[in-house]
């Protein structure tokens, strides 16, 4: 048996960031770093668990939950008494269930228009979709799903370690498609993190998730992506800096191009010369290089850059399209058809205590990364 998942709700969902765009271009004086900070330093913000975005991206959510042991069936050995069960996000004790009700996660959830990319630093993610796919990633994987005309996924945390804790950490990022392949074929691809390309050098080390650093070029995108055409400049990376030390972020090739900065992790940097404190997003010249330091404490960065798609946005929940027409045929579409229906029997799958990471492909298609460490 199958349920299809409800429509969405008229509210934000708590994967949807407040509208980004507005949030990174606003003129108010409290996310201003220095009146003298134009040359690199455009624009700063705070961060929250979603932070604003640029166009071509919609939002990036940070999720981070310090996970207690496991229960043997994968969810958390804790009691789920005060929690908000199906809608738990209040971080108590330091993580949350999101929509899960044994195991965390985001059940079975409908989208369609744009791309979102996963990538997880600790931790697993069970996906499993309309198109019969199906995965384990984590510990340094990237999954990169275009939605386009719409597919149903879930995404489950499962708890495998029943001795010790269970951290968690992800970002997911939005990646809006033109107008022209907002209807293409929903399309799956897994990113080991064993062969995602690392620059290494004098105290920093910069992964590559998109686009190119230096002489090192990131995997190939989905083909209906924004990111496969080279014109779009797309880059993702990121910046690990060690104690005292730094890195210089190329220029961008596109006049364009828009480059956002977040410092996610340690006590704050240096960009262009300007002071960023920590949990900080910051719009940056993207046009020249740029020289990124650290203090006494390491460092983490996400870099997200592109050229702006520049086509008008119309979002509802989990559809991201153009107009509001087309978000009224979205919902209809999926009434009607349920994007292809969903082929698993729980609403919320999971893929076993003893599986080791693996992507299977909608044609049967099976693969592991190189290492299962």
């Not at 913000?45 to 071509?56: A, K, M, S």
């Not at 005309?149 to 997911?172: R, T």
């Not at 090739?253 to 002071?275: K, L, W």
């Not at 997200?304 to 979002?315: E, H, K, S």
Request: proline share 9%; glycine share 12%; aromatic share 8%.
């Amino acid at each position: 048996m199958s349920r299809r998942a409800p429509l969405p709700a008229p509210v934000r969902n708590a994967g949807e960031a407040p509208d980004v765009d507005e949030a990174m271009s606003t003129t108010s004086t409290e996310h201003d770093l220095h009146s003298d900070t134009a040359d690199v330093v455009l624009q700063s913000v705070p961060l929250g668990p979603q932070w604003p975005t640029i166009d071509p991206f919609l939002f990036c959510a940070h999720h981070r939950d310090a996970y207690p042991a496991g229960n043997g069936s994968m969810g958390p050995a804790a009691s789920l008494a005060g929690r908000t069960i199906g809608q738990d996000f209040a971080g108590i004790d330091g993580w949350n269930m999101y929509h899960g009700d044994s195991v965390p996660g985001f059940p079975q959830h409908p989208h369609r228009g744009f791309e979102t990319i996963t990538f997880v630093r600790h931790g697993l993610i069970d996906h499993s979709d309309s198109m019969g796919a199906a995965a384990r990633f984590g510990r340094g994987d990237v999954q990169w799903m275009t939605a386009g005309s719409g597919v149903v996924h879930s995404e489950m945390f499962p708890l495998l370690d029943e001795s010790g804790p269970n951290p968690a950490e992800l970002f997911q990022i939005w990646l809006n498609l033109p107008a022209e392949d907002k209807l293409v074929e929903p399309h799956f691809t897994m990113f080991w993190g064993e062969d995602l390309p690392v620059v290494v050098g004098d105290g920093f080390q910069v992964t590559v998730i998109a686009g190119t650093f230096g002489e090192a070029v990131g995997p190939t995108p989905p083909p209906s992506s924004w990111a496969s055409r080279p014109e779009s400049d797309l880059a993702i990376w990121h910046v690990v800096l060690h104690p005292n030390s730094g890195v210089r972020l190329p220029a961008a090739r596109g006049a364009d191009t828009v480059r956002t900065v977040y410092v996610f992790e340690g006590d704050g940097a240096t960009i262009g010369g300007h002071d960023v404190g920590s949990e900080t997003g910051v719009l940056i010249t993207a046009q020249i290089e740029v020289a990124v330091t650290s203090g006494d404490d390491p460092v983490e960065l996400l870099v997200l850059q592109g050229r702006p798609i520049g086509d008008p946005v119309a979002r509802y929940g989990p559809f991201v399209m153009n107009t509001e027409a087309e978000i009224e045929q979205a919902f209809a579409d999926y009434r009607d058809t349920g994007f292809g229906g969903w082929p698993w029997p729980v609403d919320d799958p999971v893929h076993g205590q003893d599986r080791g990471r693996f992507a299977r492909h909608a044609d049967g298609r099976e693969e592991r990364p190189p290492t299962d460490g």
